[in-house]
């Protein structure tokens, strides 16, 4: 056989192996829509690169790849304000540990269901190891809605939740971290109840601690910080930067509050955020003090906004947020929130760069749209890795007892990102895909776990 051919024929067989195993996955389990999304565009990515290497499916690493190790699903009873004893479901997936413990945040959603944290859990295991630490994917959380619930509530359940969850993590297994509806507040209550079952204190065992107990410094403003410093990188590779860019980010929580900190640093003019009722336009610029303060300490809407800016407009809706012209748009919200109109939104309103600081989302044909045309696209599990790794720098630190500034982690933030892009646009150069950091992030992380499965034998 000619060389052409015999690539031809190990493509083709690359191309069925990746359809059997994602007609296996929706077979299996055919109502988990996100998570068949997040194997989807996965899979697709590697083909040339299992056509390169027929090991990876003679030792069917794909089939073990989208099992999870062990799923956890179990009931959380705990008691409301006015006395009434209510029930939650609470999710732990450990989907893989091939080069460290399982590491992962939880969400407190009442969207959430296996699907999601399924798709969530399979996405951390090629962000995880894209951050070059030794840390494996996994991911949890409840169908529980803090939103209008008090603290009493709040610490009620999560000590339920974690009642369960205990028995199953631990510094050296699994490190819980948080996720949307699971920030300082959750993880203080979770890491209190934990030491109470499980006795001394063991630091590492949750991220994102409060930092009087073993939290690190720049954990909270990681992943906004770190997404911002991969579309800096993405940038600047083209001649371009920050300075005076008009700049759209959705939601208001977390990620989108530090990612709009880090963007207004760098000179950017942040004109939008959102949460789920709506969207605020404030051509000024967003006042972040103003967010900050609805969001962090009042637990408000994002509408209340204009109260305090009445020169801003605020939109119900969640979604038109996308039709605001912009420079660069960061999706920071939730998953599949940006679709493929919202894709034809932003090109007609001059984007000229897309970050994802959410976990997926942009639906795979807002992101085929935005490659079609040329748009400079940073993939989640690339662009939003700054989280994850400053957990892992979390977790370093708690072992050594002892603290570095917030500049060191910052630094070393700054440099784990620089390594993600370095590394995603060479593995799409090297698969003939140049630019693409879709197919390149998710070929760079599938080589580093698919690498560490072979080595360990059958498990
Ligand atoms: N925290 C972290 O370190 C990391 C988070 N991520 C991802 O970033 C995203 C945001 O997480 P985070 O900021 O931590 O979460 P938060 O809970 O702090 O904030 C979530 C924000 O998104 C909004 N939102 C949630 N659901 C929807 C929806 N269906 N439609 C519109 N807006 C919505 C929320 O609005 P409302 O308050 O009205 O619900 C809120 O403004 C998630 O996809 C998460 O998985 C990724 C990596 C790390
Ligand atoms: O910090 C962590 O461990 C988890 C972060 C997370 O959940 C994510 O990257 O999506």
């Not at 050296?172 to 030491?195: C, H, L, N, S």
């Not at 976990?359 to 989280?387: C, E």
């Not at 977790?395 to 620089?418: A, T």
């Amino acid at each position: 056989m000619s060389t052409l051919s015999s690539t031809a024929s190990a493509t083709a067989s690359a191309e069925e192996y990746v359809q059997r195993v994602y007609s296996e996955v929706t077979r299996r389990d055919p109502l988990e829509q996100e998570f068949h999304q997040a194997v989807k565009e996965i899979l697709e990515c590697l083909v040339p690169v299992l056509a390169r290497h027929p090991q990876y499916q003679a030792n069917a690493v794909l089939e073990r790849l989208v099992e999870p190790e062990r799923t956890i699903s179990f009931r959380v009873p705990w008691t409301d304000d006015a006395g009434a004893v209510r029930v939650n479901r609470g999710y732990r997936v450990q989907f893989n540990s091939a080069i460290g413990p399982y590491k992962g945040g939880l969400r407190f959603h009442p969207s959430v269901y296996s699907g999601i944290i399924k798709f969530l859990g399979f996405e951390q295991i090629f962000k995880n190891a894209l951050t070059g630490l030794p840390i494996g994917g996994g991911k949890g959380g409840s169908d529980f809605d803090p939103k209008g619930k008090s603290d009493r509530e709040v610490m009620a359940f999560t000590q339920s939740f974690m009642t369960e969850l205990y028995r199953h993590i631990g510094q050296d297994t699994d490190i819980p971290a948080g996720d949307i509806g699971v920030g300082a507040r959750e993880i203080g209550y979770m890491f209190g109840q934990y030491k109470r079952i499980h006795g001394g204190h063991e630091a590492g065992v949750l991220t994102g601690k409060g930092l009087l107990y073993g939290g690190s410094l720049a954990r909270k403003e990681a992943t906004g910080y770190g997404l911002v410093y991969f579309v800096q990188e993405m940038l600047a590779a083209q001649c371009q930067n920050f300075e005076g860019q008009t700049v759209v980010v959705s939601g208001s929580g977390n990620v989108s509050i530090y990612a709009i900190e880090k963007l207004q640093q760098l000179g950017a003019l942040v004109v939008a955020c959102s949460d789920s009722g709506g969207y605020i336009y404030d051509p000024q610029g967003i006042n972040l003090d103003t967010v900050k303060r609805l969001k962090e300490q009042e637990r408000a809407r994002i509408s209340e906004y204009v109260t305090a800016h009445p020169h801003a407009e605020y939109t119900e809706g969640s979604t038109g947020i996308w039709t605001i012209p912009c420079r660069i748009a960061l999706p920071c919200a939730t998953q599949n929130e940006l679709d493929e109109d919202a894709a034809r939104a932003l090109v007609s309103g001059g984007v000229i760069a897309v970050g994802e600081g959410a976990n997926m989302p942009s639906t795979l044909p807002a992101i085929n749209y935005f490659l079609q045309q040329g748009i400079l696209f940073a993939p989640a599990k690339a662009a939003n890795a700054g989280g994850v790794a400053v957990s892992g720098l979390e977790m370093s630190q708690n072992g050594m007892r002892l603290s570095w500034s917030f500049e060191e982690v910052d630094e070393r933030l700054r440099m784990i990102m620089k390594n993600i892009y370095r590394s995603s646009v060479r593995a799409a150069e090297e698969y003939d895909m140049p630019g693409n950091l879709v197919a390149g992030s998710n070929i760079a992380g599938f080589l580093k776990v698919a690498d560490a499965m072979l080595a360990q034998g059958v498990v």
